[in-house]
């Protein structure tokens, strides 16, 4: 209890200092050559940095980590539980994978964000625009290289039930118009770490499965795939947490 008492307070110390490095860092050096690729590792870095800070450790097998590493043309669907989501996901992707998140566009264009976000190739994504959002992200990740794959919280925002809730097309749709497949990442236990309103985690692991890619064809019915994929997702989320997804 003393060391995890002494190793929160030594976050309230250091964290806004690596925020704010991460934050204005693109803002200096965001256009020189391969600063995408080391930013996102210099942040995965942090987000293990915290994670031990915060005592939340991330089970995955180093068979999903091998699969990551050799990881190419996907997209990645990802559910979504907590704030410590993002964190962890970037724990465990390999160095040898690179990947950026879709955010929303307010946060992207906040006033003391917006330039680092840009430097760092997040792709905003303004839900107020529907298909035109769609048709920006769409063209974004066409001229992705293969190596790179955009984040994708398939909710579209975090679940408060049970189960896995109704998933959003975009990630489907993405990958039907850009010829890549989707790669299901899972996350289970992370809301009984930090439920909603608390603000330090508790103690514990969060689970992540990396499940095989799949593949949806342009003319396939985009409903269609999308039931695939959550059903898919969900029986690897319901395995680990004992829950049971209702069917749509």
Request: hydrophobic residues 45%.
């Amino acid at each position: 209890m003393l060391v995890t008492l002494i190793k929160r307070c030594f976050l309230v110390l250091l964290g806004p200092f690596i925020f704010l490095f991460v934050a204005f860092i693109p803002t200096i050096c965001g256009k020189r050559p391969g600063f995408r690729g080391w930013f996102w590792r210099t942040v995965s870095r942090c987000c293990s940095w915290l994670l031990w800070f915060l005592d939340v450790d991330v089970d995955i097998s180093d068979a999903a980590i091998e699969a990551l590493r050799t990881d190419e043309n996907s997209v990645i669907a990802v559910n979504h539980r907590s704030h410590l989501d993002g964190f962890s996901m970037l724990h465990v992707i390999p160095n040898e994978k690179w990947v950026t998140f879709g955010a929303k566009k307010e946060l992207c264009e906040a006033a003391l964000l917006k330039r680092g976000f840009d430097g760092a190739g997040l792709l905003k994504i303004d839900r107020t625009k529907g298909r035109d959002a769609l048709s920006s992200l769409i063209e974004a990740v066409d001229i992705m290289p293969k190596r790179r794959s955009p984040i994708l919280f398939v909710e579209g925002t975090r679940a408060t039930k049970p189960g896995l809730p109704p998933f959003k097309a975009g990630a489907v749709l993405i990958a039907q118009k850009t010829g890549r497949a989707v790669r299901p990442f899972v996350i289970s236990h992370s809301d009984k770490l930090l439920p909603r309103g608390k603000f330090f985690p508790f103690k514990g692991t969060i689970r992540i499965d990396v499940l095989d890619q799949m593949h949806f064809g342009p003319d396939e019915d985009t409903d269609t795939c999308v039931a695939r994929l959550r059903a898919a997702m969900a029986a690897a989320y319901d395995a680990q947490t004992g829950e049971t997804t209702e069917d749509l």
